[in-house]
């Protein structure tokens, strides 16, 4: 029972890293761009989402409006600070990402305060259907269904629309695609709307699961999404989910069993670094 | 008429501005600047607010009252982030600020590295709350108006020993100074009164989902948790963890000790103990006149950062006046014979060490506020060092 549920602490952790990592894999692909600002998008959900479900709406409209936001934010931030830098190096863009974080992580503070926001009600979080001594709340569950559906849709989405193929094809060879007649800068605007909506859901669930949403809340979900993204093998969705996966379960176990050497926050990174030292392609088989 | 008015319009500015830097002669008297800093930034930012609402506090009830040595107080306040490498240059930046002694307001690592600084320029220091056993072994100009971490840890393992009655306890420890200092003070003492310590799991402080670890503490099944860490951990932690369904006595210290962790753990927050400096429910009127006068100026309840930041000032402020004057050795030999000084978290009296005995506020939270639990008197059990 007890393997059970560290088990299912770690695929729960595991489906929050799958929501950050695909969107960060998504752009990757498409641009070639680390987008470590992605994190504030996850804090973004997140304070639309309290701010939403506290002055009245109920918690599955606000969640909606916290994924909204995000999703329109995403693409106006790309063309802001990225389009402008797309034929520069790739790391000023990295630069800028990087600078954009910490501007968005402060405008948080600023605008909202230093000690973080709270929900009035957190009805989620306390109830959960009964799984015979294992506690699961319907925040846990959501995490987890989340992430299943939006990997199956991308998956969907990517073979079955017209849509998809354009943006296979753009991110297989952008020039070729643009002869006929697919508009790569459209493709990004949607990349950048479907990463942002994922990161602004699973800040909306990680703050209701905390009950705390805080400025620099999604720094190290980022920081350790890029590790997933690279584990999974740059750019390879099913990858990125099998990692993200794997470092939640990693995590969890290590949490217990290993916090004598290893603080939880480094295990990612530890296995980043052994995999770039044996298996710098990835886990996954190469694309 | 229009030079006239020009030459009168200059002669108010030069006087104005005389007045605001306090050039002597020019009306008001000199104000005596203080150095303080504390985390505005951060992920500490929010114990800095409250730490700087609390000095801020004592300054202006210190000036209503006619100032110290009949010379208005001044706060000169730096945001050190709560970081070690931040806090050395703002030391050095207050000591070209013409400060006569200083303050932390801040955590630990950033208080042990201030300390330094201010040792060697002979500059009295006080930390408020910072509570590394290290900070006042700095040297002689350092003193602390908060209880040691090993000193709460001790307390911790009596209440839940001795006053709990409960014998079976799992440690959840917060991987930092503070965690790992009460953590050693509480294994110090725990055989002595009867506690088994089944299992201690330890985390960082960026650390908010606990999953794995709730999970181990239901397979322990203790009679009580001794968890450290600050608002922010705390509020998670305990949440999910009730919500696993563990049920067991949840003690935790100081960094509990903010109205914030009752607003993000709620009903989960219910019936945990903390030990802190701040008693709720005091009758003494320093207490009670804090209480009051920092929940009116802040908007929020006044919590252990910034009872113990307006403690220090006033400390601080008490020995100035006692010194007849601001010279800092003066200052100093002022502050170490502080005796009984009546404030808002007890009478102060510093040891040679520059550390205070005072007994430790149980506190329970009961119907979304911290009230009185018990009071742990005990001089022994609770000594500071002295060396």
Do not use: C
């Not at chain 1, 379960?249 to 530890?270: M, N, P, Q």
């Amino acid at each position: 029972m007890f393997y059970v549920e560290l088990l299912i602490a770690g695929l729960v952790q595991g489906a929050m890293y799958a929501m950050m990592a695909l969107g960060l894999t998504l752009i990757y692909g498409l641009l070639r761009i680390l987008h470590i600002a992605h994190a504030a998008f996850f804090t973004l959900g997140g304070y639309v989402g309290v701010l939403a479900a506290n002055s009245g709406l109920p918690l599955g409209a606000a969640a909606a409006l916290g994924v909204l936001v995000a999703a329109t934010a995403g693409p106006l931030v790309y063309g802001t600070v990225y389009r402008p830098l797309l034929d520069k190096p790739p790391y000023v863009a990295l630069i800028a990402s990087i600078g954009l974080l910490i501007a968005m992580e402060d405008g948080f503070r600023l605008l909202f305060g230093p000690y973080g926001l709270s929900f009035a009600e957190n009805p989620w979080f306390v109830t959960g259907p009964d799984l015979g001594g294992i506690f699961l709340n319907w925040v846990q569950i959501a995490l987890g269904l989340s992430a299943v559906l939006a990997i199956a849709g991308l998956g969907l989405f990517a073979v079955g629309s017209r849509a998809g193929v354009a943006w296979r094809a753009t991110v297989d060879d952008p020039e070729m695609a643009m002869s006929f007649g697919v508009s790569p800068e459209r493709v990004r605007l949607l990349a950048f709307a479907l990463a942002s909506a994922l990161a602004g859901l699973a800040g909306f669930l990680v703050g209701l699961l905390n009950n705390l949403i805080e400025p620099g809340m999604g720094n190290i979900t980022s920081y350790k999404g890029l590790a997933i993204v690279v584990l999974g093998g740059l750019g390879n969705v099913p990858g990125t989910l099998w990692a993200s996966l794997l470092l939640g379960v990693a995590e969890s176990f290590g949490t217990i069993y290993l916090d004598k050497i290893l603080d939880r926050d480094a295990i990612a990174f530890f296995i980043l670094v052994a995999v770039l030292m044996w298996r710098p392609q990835g886990l996954a088989r190469g694309r | 008429m229009a030079t006239r008015r020009m030459v009168t319009g200059l002669l108010l500015g030069t006087a104005v501005a005389l007045a605001g830097t306090g050039v002597p002669g020019a009306g008001a008297a000199e104000a005596i600047r203080i150095g303080f800093h504390a985390p505005l930034t951060g992920f500490a930012a929010g114990d800095g607010k409250s730490a700087r609402l609390g000095a801020e506090l004592a300054v202006e009830q210190i000036n209503a009252a006619g100032g110290v040595l009949g010379r208005p107080l001044e706060l000169v306040t730096y945001d050190d982030q709560a970081k070690p490498d931040q806090a050395v240059p703002v030391a050095n930046k207050l000591l070209g600020e013409g400060i006569v002694a200083a303050i932390s307001g801040s955590y630990s690592g950033a208080t042990r590295a201030a300390a330094a600084v201010f040792q060697q320029a002979g500059m009295p220091y006080v930390s408020a709350y910072a509570i590394h056993p290290d900070i006042t072994r700095t040297g002689d100009y350092v003193f602390r108006t908060a209880s040691m971490g090993e000193v709460q840890g001790r307390g911790g393992a009596k209440l839940i020993g001795e006053i709990l009655g409960q014998k079976r306890v799992v440690l959840i420890t917060l991987d930092n100074d503070f965690g790992q200092s009460l953590a050693r003070g509480f294994k110090e003492k725990a055989g002595d009164f009867g506690i088994e310590i089944v299992s201690e799991y330890t985390y960082g402080i960026k650390e908010r989902q606990f999953g794995a670890i709730v999970a181990s503490v239901k397979r322990d099944a203790p009679e009580a948790i001794y968890a450290s860490g600050y608002f922010f951990t705390a509020g998670p932690l305990v949440s999910q963890l009730r919500a696993g369904g563990v049920r067991a006595t949840i003690v935790g210290q100081e960094g509990y000790d903010s109205q914030n962790f009752i607003d993000i753990a709620k009903a989960a927050a219910e019936g945990v103990l903390i030990t802190t400096a701040l008693d709720r429910d005091s009758d003494r009127p320093e207490v009670r006149s804090f209480i009051g006068a920092f929940e009116e100026k802040a908007g929020f309840p006044a919590d252990m950062v910034a009872a113990s930041t307006y403690t220090a000032v006033q400390v601080l402020a008490h020995a100035i006046e006692r010194a007849g004057g601001t010279e800092g050795k003066a200052v100093r030999d002022a502050l170490a014979a502080t005796r009984d000084f009546p404030t808002a978290i007890g009478p102060v009296t510093f040891n040679a060490l520059g550390e205070i005995y005072k007994p430790i506020q149980v506190q329970v939270v009961k119907d979304g506020r911290f009230r009185r639990f018990a009071v742990i008197d005990d001089p022994v059990l609770l000594a500071p060092p002295a060396e």
